[in-house]
């Protein structure tokens, strides 16, 4: 079960995304489009995102004391400004989508697809990265690291592997779990996004980011302060709030359709002839 948990964990991180999409596409008729262009608007927002964060965000971090590696209120705080960089290049990518790109897309179907797209490269990418870990922790498994490990990197390469079999299979299906989580996150923030358009407020813009920044900072506080168990259940229950989005934004709730009120008939009344020309004499004098 050990082993076969380990295959399925990356297996499932990239068949949920093509299985949403399939759902997508013949539940709502969305368009494989504008699915690749949500998986465009991820790839693109991290050129940006990530430079970001390495060049900026990361020494200032430090500069302040405010690292991933601190406790308590240090890492508080730095869990809320990462979240908020993720929230800020995600949300304000997905917006100018819809803004210049998507400007004939912008209903609730188009929103899922996009992202479900957005999402779904993101459980792609993690999915190919954990599974070429998977085969190489498989191919090392019972061979002599001395001969295909550097040595400055054999204690480093034990821990890891050592970390890696020890998880229980539970534990190591969480990783599948939280990308699953990360996709409700994505289809709810999209469709908060798209509200900026549908409603006219660039408030639902900043509610969008707010909530990504939530989960983010959640997930990177709670690692290290709950555990993952108890983190990945509380990324499961925002997960849910987010889909609770989806469904309760489904039609642009208090937006109303422009009435163009029917002309109304105009009534001629006849006037009797004589006083018809009764008016007429009177005007003669007016």
């Not at 759902?23 to 995102?49: C, D, K, N, P």
């Not at 302060?225 to 990945?232: C, D, K, P, S």
């Not at 208090?254 to 001629?268: F, R």
């Amino acid at each position: 079960m050990d082993i076969f948990a380990r295959i399925l964990n990356p297996l499932l991180m990239l068949l949920l995304p093509l299985a949403l999409g399939v759902f997508l596409a013949r539940r709502l008729q969305g368009e494989w489009r504008v699915f690749g262009i949500g998986a465009v608007t991820f790839v693109a927002s991290q050129v940006f995102h990530i430079p970001f964060n390495l060049w900026i965000l990361s020494p200032f971090l430090e500069r302040m004391g405010w690292t991933a590696g601190q406790t308590g209120f240090s890492l508080a705080l730095a869990a809320l400004f990462l979240g908020l960089s993720a929230g800020i290049f995600e949300e304000v990518a997905r917006y100018f989508v819809f803004r210049l790109w998507l400007k004939d897309k912008r209903d609730w179907r188009s929103a899922l697809m996009l992202g479900a797209g957005h999402g779904g490269i993101e459980a792609v990418i993690v999915g190919v990265l954990t599974l070429l870990t998977v085969i190489q922790i498989f191919t090392l498994r019972g061979a002599d690291l001395t001969e295909v490990v550097p040595a400055d990197q054999l204690d480093l390469a034990k821990a890891q592997i050592e970390t890696f079999w020890a998880l229980p299979w539970y534990a190591v299906l969480l990783g599948a779990l939280e990308r699953a989580s990360a996709i409700a996150l994505h289809l709810g923030a999209t469709v908060l996004v798209l509200q900026a358009f549908t409603r006219k407020r660039i408030r639902w813009l900043f509610a969008a980011i707010v909530w990504h920044a939530a989960l983010d900072a959640v997930a990177v506080y709670g690692i290290q302060t709950w555990g993952m168990y108890i983190t990945e259940g509380l990324i499961f229950c925002m997960a849910l709030i987010s889909l609770f989005f989806v469904f309760i934004l489904r039609e642009p709730l208090g937006v109303e359709p422009d009435i163009i009120a029917a002309p109304q008939e105009i009534q001629i009344q006849s006037l009797p002839s004589d006083t018809l020309d009764e008016r007429l004499d009177e005007s003669r004098y007016n």
